[in-house]
Structure formats: structure tokens, C-alpha cells
């Protein structure tokens, strides 16, 4: 969706070198601040990401009258947690701008409450399907009012009597999982989810951090609604999603070694390093360990020669968000990659696919898009003006394409960058990379 605004220039720059720590994990901070608004006791979140996105979802619940303080110049969010049943009808719908986590975990939370909720968001968000959510939501007793298309805005009848379902998800979905999981927190009985593919486990981990039982198996979890969460101290890895962008920075340009700081690498979310590694890519682990029950590692990547794979389905739950510079990878790497299984990036912020598509193809690099994925043939990139449509990592993927292109690389309506980034271009000259805001005359 295009919201006009901002356009990045992104040139070839030297290596890139030093170290990075780049912002806080977008997922991990939206579950800080709802299960923090819904226990008891004071919720301390540093290394907090304040992007647009998890700033709404601080904004929906002060709305339903939770106070939460920061986030400050530390990256520190205070939430002053009303208990499970403390939450209070908002005056008005709640804006969830771009963040369809936001809308998608919120319909499950507030599925139970004893109030109407509305939940809306920007021109692109209000195009995101929904009935994944609302569906199964419906089957445990909520009432949740949709579009004609099961697109936003949702109303969220309250005043339900939610009862546990075992469902297996038709498509991995993390959003849709922890969505029922919430949910379950107030159903009668035992909620269970059973996902085809392994996705991003943090609200399960971070549910037991606030002292939730959480029955796991192989493929399943499990919550039992009537239990209460105690406030927790949580410490926020950097997101794996904004350190792909370096990563693959790294692997493509000449001479580069960069070292990525405190970086995630949670096993549900690592993809992105399996799929470089398998293409070739120097990626190595350094400094393992467990902050607030969630695997860190300091990340050292060495420019490496990559080459071109049929990507393993398996892999694509757990890289699902990193693709779109997974494939200016792809575009610089010797030979072909191809990409199935993927059909969910067709409804992301932007149609990921198509979009990626186009742009490869006006840099010169043959990008053939199908349904549910895409074979990119790798060669030189040349320079040109792509449209990242709004979508904040079709924005940033197209800057580290511009360190390799022939030309520069022109990126427009990147706005939303914001989201989940906020200062990438700051970031990305700090580390090497060319990237600059366009000039009058170059809009």
C-alpha cells in the first residue's frame, strides 16, 4: 500500500565493518507489553523497540486503561499491569496502524473481555486477512464482526463465555497460535494449538517467564484457561528480522566482516541463517547464551561467494518475515534459487512476491514470480527507482541491493521503514552502507 513520503538512495559504499546492535525484537516487545498489561505486579521491558507498530500496541492499551510509561531514551517500558481482569472498554476503536501482530493477537485477548473492542489501522493493515483468526476464535464462543472480505475493522463483542479447543492450524502461523493461546488464558478448559510447521515461539516461552503453565510437545502447545500471570523483568534480544538486512550486507559485499550484537536466535526464527548457510554464506555464532528464557548470540558475518538453492519448505516458517532480502541474495548470488511453499507473503504489508518481483526486475535481475514463491536468477544489479509500496522490508531489502547495484538504487514511499527500523539509514551508514534520504530533486 503506497502512504507516499520518504525516499531512500542507497549506492555502493565500501565494506562493511566493526560491530552493530540493532533494534529490539519487534515480536518479543508487542507480547512484553500485553502480558505485562494483564498481570499482576509492575512489568520492567528494556532494549524495548519503538517503532510504530509496537508503539501502537502501548497505545491500545493505555486506551484500555493500562498505564505504561516509555518507552524512554533507554529503550525502558514500565507497565503497571491491571490483572487478568483489570482491562477497561476503550472510548473509542483502537488505531493499530500497520501492525497486524497488534491486530491479530489482540483479537484473541480481548475476545473474552466483558466489552465491546474495535480494532482498525491503516489502509494497508485494513486489507490483511483476518478470518484465520476469527474462525477459530468463533469456535471457542467469540463474536467478532469482520468485513465483507474477513478484513478489518473487527468489532469484538464482549460479554463471551470462551471454552478451549484443540485446533490444528491449516497454515504455520504464529500470529494465529498465540492468538488462540491468548485466548485460552480466559477459556474454560484447556485451549490447544497444533501448527504444521514450527513458528516463533516467544509467547509460549514468555507466557512461562510471567509464571503461566504452558504444556509443550512435539508440534503442540497448550494453555489452561484460569491461571493468573505475575509481572516480569524482561530484556529484549535484537530483532533477527532487522539483522537481516546486515547479514546478507555482509555476505554480498566485498571484504566486509561485521559482527551483530545480542542478536535473537531463538531456533523458531533462525531461517534466515539457515537458508544463507546453505547458499554459502560465513555466519558464525559467538558469545551464546539465555537472557529471560530467550537464546542470544553475538552474529560475525564474513563476506562470502553465494550460490543459488532450492530453498528447504521446511525453512520457510522459520524465515517467513526475512525473505524479502533473502531474495537480493538470491539476485547476487551465482545461479538460480527457488522459493515454494510461501504463499503467505503474498499477504503481508505488500504482496511480498510480486512486488520483490518487479523491483528485481527493473534492476535487471530475472524474477519469476508463481503463486506460492518465486526463482530468482542471480547476475549483476543495475541501478534504477523501485516502489517498496509501504512495506517497510521491501524498503530496507532494495537499500542493501543498492551496496551492489551498477547504479544507485532509489527506494520510494518508505515511511514505513519506522515500523520495525527506526534510524535504518542511520544504522546502515554507521556499518558502511550508502543509504541516504533522497535530495528535492531526486523524489
Known amino acids: 500500500m503506497s502512504t507516499g513520503g520518504r525516499t531512500l538512495v542507497a549506492e555502493r559504499g565500501g565494506a562493511l565493518g566493526g560491530s552493530l546492535r540493532v533494534p529490539g525484537d519487534k515480536s518479543i516487545s508487542h507480547r512484553a507489553v500485553m502480558l505485562g498489561a494483564i498481570a499482576d505486579g509492575t512489568t520492567v521491558v528494556d532494549g524495548f523497540l519503538g517503532g510504530a507498530d509496537n508503539r501502537a500496541t502501548i497505545a491500545a492499551f493505555r486506551a484500555l486503561g493500562v498505564a505504561v510509561e516509555g518507552p524512554d531514551e533507554n529503550h525502558r517500558v514500565v507497565v503497571h499491569g491491571v490483572g487478568r481482569d ?95 493461546l491468548l485466548a485460552g488464558l480466559y477459556a474454560q478448559g484447556t485451549t490447544r494449538v497444533t501448527e504444521p510447521a514450527p513458528t516463533r515461539d516467544h509467547t509460549e516461552r514468555m507466557l512461562a517467564g510471567f509464571g503461566y503453565a504452558v504444556e509443550r510437545g512435539d508440534g503442540w502447545a497448550a494453555v489452561t484457561g484460569g491461571g493468573r500471570l505475575t509481572a516480569a ?71 562470502a561467494e553465494l550460490h543459488g538453492i532450492d530453498i528447504p519448505e521446511a525453512l520457510v516458517p522459520l524465515a517467513i518475515d526475512e525473505f524479502p532480502v533473502l531474495f537480493i541474495a538470491a539476485a547476487a548470488a551465482r545461479g538460480t534459487t527457488r522459493l515454494t511453499g510461501a504463499r503467505e507473503l503474498r499477504v503481508k504489508e505488500s504482496d511480498r512476491i510480486q512486488v520483490m518481483a518487479d523491483g528485481l526486475n527493473t534492476l535487471g535481475v530475472v524474477a519469476e514470480p508463481a503463486e506460492d514463491g518465486i526463482t530468482i536468477t542471480g547476475g549483476p544489479l543495475g541501478g534504477g527507482r523501485v516502489a517498496s509500496h509501504g512495506d517497510h522490508r521491501i524498503a530496507m531489502a532494495f537499500a542493501v541491493a ?38 528535492p530533486d531526486e523524489y
Do not use: W
Request: proline share 7%; net charge negative; glycine share 10%.
Open 86 to 180: 483489570g482491562l477497561r472498554a476503550a472510548e473509542g476503536p483502537l488505531d493499530l496502524g500497520n501492525s497486524g501482530t497488534s491486530m491479530r493477537l489482540l483479537a484473541g485477548l480481548l475476545a473474552a473481555q466483558p466489552f465491546d473492542t474495535t480494532l482498525t489501522g491503516d489502509a494497508s493493515l485494513t486489507r490483511r486477512p483476518m478470518r484465520r483468526v476469527t474462525e477459530p476464535l468463533a469456535t471457542m464462543g467469540a463474536v467478532i464482526e469482520t468485513g465483507a472480505e474477513g478484513t478489518p475493522p473487527l468489532t469484538i463483542r464482549g460479554g463471551r463465555v470462551l471454552t478451549g479447543i484443540d485446533y490444528a492450524l491449516p497454515v504455520a502461523s504464529a500470529q494465529v497460535k498465540s492468538a488462540l
Open 233 to 303: 523483568e524482561v530484556d529484549v534480544p535484537a530483532d533477527i528480522s532487522s539483522a537481516a538486512f546486515f547479514l546478507v550486507a555482509a555476505s554480498i559485499i566485498p571484504g566486509s566482516e561485521l559482527v551483530l550484537e545480542h542478536v535473537g536466535v531463538n531456533p523458531t526464527r533462525t531461517g534466515v541463517i539457515e537458508i544463507l548457510c546453505l547458499m554459502g554464506a560465513d555466519i558464525r555464532e559467538e558469545n551464546p547464551r539465555e537472557v529471560g528464557g530467550e537464546p542470544v548470540a553475538d552474529l560475525r558475518v564474513r563476506a
Open 402 to 439: 543498492g551496496a551492489v547495484a551498477d547504479a544507485p538504487v532509489t527506494i520510494t514511499d518508505c515511511d514505513n521503514v519506522e515500523t520495525s527500523f527506526p534510524d535504518f539509514a542511520g544504522a546502515a551508514r554507521a556499518a558502511g552502507l550508502a543509504v541516504r534520504e533522497a535530495g
